[in-house]
Nanobody
């Protein structure tokens, strides 16, 4: 049974940092496209970052470029999202998602409908 469990969210002041973790079970992340999405109240779910099978390529949404870094540790079967220079507009529920490698291909990684496995989310709140 595939399961994704996020952790690491919390409340920080603007300019601070957080590292989110997504622990996978039931499969090996190294064979899958792994992604982070976020959703703020009243807004659509937004692709934050993705990493392709094997970790050779990473992709970022405009909101996180230069501030966020996605990485994975296959030995721990875990994907991370390091978030620096956080802003109040980064406040949202952050979700981990995964699917086959093709989800990361062709520039479509940020389409949430491509992902069949999702975690329960972890809340990030950034105060000014």
């Amino acid at each position: 049974q595939v399961q994704l469990v996020e952790s690491g969210g919390g409340s920080v002041q603007a300019g601070g940092s957080l590292r989110l973790s997504c622990a996978a079970s039931g499969y090996t992340i190294g064979y899958y496209c792994m992604a982070w999405f976020r959703q703020a109240p009243g807004k659509e779910r937004e692709g934050v970052a993705a990493i392709d099978p094997g970790g050779g390529s990473t992709y970022y949404g405009e909101s996180g470029k230069g501030r966020f870094t996605i990485s994975q540790v296959n030995a721990k079967n875990t994907v991370y999202l390091q978030m620096n220079s956080l802003k109040p507009e980064d406040t949202a529920m952050y979700y981990c998602a995964s699917d086959m490698g093709w989800a990361c291909a062709g520039g479509t990684w940020s389409n949430s409908y491509l992902y069949r496995s999702w975690g329960q989310g972890t809340q990030v709140t950034v105060s000014s």
